[in-house]
C-alpha cells in the first residue's frame, strides 16, 4: 500500500512548480488579519487619545467656572465639540462626576459605566458637582463602533449587541474657590 502511494506521488515530489502559491495562500490571510487588527487598534487609540484630551479641556473650563450651571448634558456637548473623531458622540457618552474624599482617599469601587445599547433605560450616574476646594473626580465612557466586528479584536472586545467598544477616560480636579 505504501509503495503504492509512494509511486503515485513520485513524479511530484521533485516539481518545485507552484511552491510560492502554496506559501502564499499560508500566509497572506495571518498578514491581511494583522494589517487590519493594526488599523482596528490604531483608530481606537486616536478615538481614546481624543476622548482624554477633550475630557481635560472640558473639565478646566468646568474647574475655573466658565461654564455656568454645568449639566451632564452640556458637558457632553463640549466633550463632544472638541472630539470631532468619535461620531454620535453625545448619544453614546455616560459622564459621571463625583467627590472624592480627602481624609479617606477612596477611589469609586464600581467600573467606569457606559451606555448600554441594548437596554431602553440607561444606568444612573452619579453627578455632583461638589463644593470649594473639594476635589471631583470625572469618568466618562463612549461606545464606538468597531470596524471589523467579526475579526479577533473585535470579537474579543464587544460590549454590547450593535458592535461597539466602551472607551473610558478618568481625569480629576479641585474646585476653585469662588
Known sequence: MITRIRTLFRPFRKDERGLASVEFALF???YLGMFFWAAEVGILMIKS???DHSLDVAMR???LGLKENPTQDSLKRDI???ARI??????QMMIELQAVSTQTWAMPQTPVTCVNNDEEIQPVVTFSLGQQQQLMLVRACIVVPVLF???ILGRQLFPD???GVGISSISSFVNEPS
Open 49 to 51: 487619545v481624543m476622548l
Open 61 to 63: 473650563d468646568l474647574r
Open 149 to 151: 466586528p467579526r475579526m
Open 86 to 91: 468619535i461620531g454620535n458622540c453625545e448619544d
Open 80 to 82: 463632544c465639540a472638541r
Open 161 to 163: 449587541s450593535t458592535g
Open 28 to 30: 497572506f490571510p495571518l
